[in-house]
């Protein structure tokens, strides 16, 4: 029986659709009737209009399995224990043993569930891993959210060619038709690492009772070498992906429908009005009547353009035109960052490949090795495009990114605004937003150039800027109409209120009520 029986696709493996095959077949109306000639994603496949088939990408068909191996044993229900001990011998090609798992209670938000794992091998060596899972009463809102797309995000090509930066990802399942979701990832308290948003000092609620020198005093880095991280990472995230026709096909990625036409548009109306009842029901509530009058206009311009679907779809049709559209984070703030200091064998050997040596050391263990490489091979990229060379002394203090249930197409301003609202307290942005736009624009340049592109991203600074205000202001007005009825927010809502007050009031000139445009959903 199809329906129990799990599938490991192998590379490039296709199935031709035909009404003999029950399994597939009841999909194929749905499947035939679609217009477009595109990759089209449906469920956990492929699927190409074009060929007639349901096809697993090359990328793709190593981390997938249906149904998802949820790895029970691992969160204490030994029901299927052996089961899941084979699916995680496929994955680290050695019989496990036995295991240990820790809670991190509150680690995955609403709908996620995260432990800490020790693997033992029958050899004797063990592997340390983060296992992310979405919770059984999580499901359904995970299913709405979409929050699934992280699992195909860390699973497609974007994540294994384009994106540096990342967390190592042994195993990655998901399924948008549940919401659920498999992640198994590096345990990064293997390695000397800092939440990035620690370094914004004890202004932002997220570090209210931190004993922040303690917390950062392992590092070098200061708050201006975190903020030129960000920007360069920012850049290479953003300049790998930019104007690539690909991102808008892939129906997991958010966003994608909207620069489909009217596909997204039933999505994008429900999602406008929900925001507008809140809005409706909050806008005389205590909390909102303590707020500016000017945020206060702001949120009533942008949520009544959330009724004009035309006026979204000629924005994006200028983006697309322009070319001028990319992957986001769209949860782009610095607790969703960590830095990282790297092993001192991987810089010495990131700087022997930039002189041509292209390997590291055997120090005899799989997992060690394959860890090595993993950090190797980010020194690699950052040699290959020139952010470092083999006679610069180079950071040992990396930029990782976390949390890519939010993944999607946009604008790349949009991820910049979003970072410096969130924890920078107004002094210091005003102080540090010029040199990381600066600095973003010049290393997303470069990566253009690097891939061929010559036109510019953006005409000059100021247009960035611009972006940068109007699109980060859009972003936060809609953070601060949906966490509003949340309990668990309400003692950081005047925090956020001050921080898009003083951002808003800084780029007065640009961020408007005629010039906003509806809540960035």
Not at 111 to 130: A, H, P, T, Y
Not at 135 to 144: F, H, I, P, T, W
Not at 162 to 186: N, Y
Not at 316 to 344: C, G, I, Q, W
Request: hydrophobic fraction near 40%; include cysteine; proline fraction near 3%.
């Amino acid at each position: 029986s199809f329906e129990h029986l799990p599938i490991l696709f192998t590379i490039d493996a296709t199935i031709t659709l035909s009404s003999s095959c029950w399994w597939l077949g009841s999909v194929w109306a749905k499947l035939n009737a679609m217009e477009s000639e595109s990759l089209c994603t449906f469920g956990k496949f492929w699927f190409s209009r074009k060929t007639g088939r349901l096809q697993v990408d090359r990328k793709m068909s190593e981390f997938y399995q249906s149904p998802i191996v949820e790895l029970n044993s691992l969160y204490g229900d030994d029901t299927d224990k052996e089961g899941d001990y084979a699916f995680l011998a496929s994955i680290f090609g050695k019989t496990v043993t036995s295991h240990v798992s820790t809670s991190l209670d509150g680690a995955g938000g609403l709908s996620g569930d995260m432990i800490k794992v020790c693997l033992s091998f029958e050899d004797g060596n063990s592997q340390r891993l983060v296992a992310k899972r979405t919770k059984k009463q999580g499901m359904a809102s995970s299913k709405q959210l979409g929050l699934a797309r992280e699992g195909f995000f860390y699973a497609s090509p974007l994540q294994q060619e384009r994106v540096r930066g990342l967390m190592r990802v042994f195993s990655s399942q998901a399924d948008m038709t549940t919401g659920g979701k498999c992640i198994l990832l590096e345990d990064l308290s293997e390695t000397e690492c800092v939440q990035a948003g620690y370094f914004f000092g004890p202004g932002s609620p997220h570090n209210y009772g931190k004993d922040l020198a303690a917390l950062t005093s392992g590092l070098d880095s200061t708050l201006d070498d975190v903020l030129d991280k960000v920007a360069t990472l920012a850049a290479e995230l953003h300049g790998q992906n930019w104007g690539d026709e690909n991102l808008l096909d892939l129906t997991w990625m958010r966003g994608s429908a909207l620069y489909r036409g009217d596909e997204g548009k039933a999505a994008w109306d429900g999602g406008q009005a929900y925001m507008r009842a809140i809005w409706e029901k909050q806008r005389s509530g205590v909390e909102v009547s303590s707020w500016d009058a000017s945020v206060v206009e702001l949120i009533d311009a942008s949520v009544a353009k959330g009724r004009n679907w035309d006026l979204l779809q000629a924005s994006l049709a200028d983006a697309k035109e322009k070319k001028k559209y990319t992957l986001v984070h769209s949860d782009f703030h610095p607790a969703n960052m960590m830095v990282r200091k790297v092993p001192k064998v991987a810089l010495e050997d990131g700087m022997d490949y930039a002189e041509g040596e292209k390997s590291s050391e055997d120090e005899g263990d799989a997992a060690e090795d394959a860890l090595d490489d993993a950090l190797v091979a980010r020194m690699q990229r950052r040699c290959e495009t020139a952010d470092v060379d083999g006679n610069a002394s180079t950071s040992d203090e990396e930029l990782l990114l976390l949390d890519f249930e939010m993944v999607g197409v946009g604008s790349g301003a949009i991820d910049l605004g979003q970072f410096m609202i969130s924890h920078a307290n107004p002094d210091d942005r005003a102080r540090l937003e010029g040199p990381f736009l600066e600095k973003y624009l010049q290393r997303l340049t470069a990566v253009l150039a690097a891939r061929g592109i010559t036109v510019p991203p953006y005409a000059s600074l100021e247009e960035l800027k611009a972006d940068y205000a109007l699109l980060g202001a859009e972003k936060w007005l809609f953070l601060l109409v949906v966490m509003l009825p949340m309990e668990s927010c309400k003692p950081l809502m005047p925090y956020f209120h001050k921080q898009v007050l003083a951002f808003v009031q800084t780029h007065k000139e640009i961020v408007t009520p005629d010039s906003v445009g509806p809540l960035r959903l």
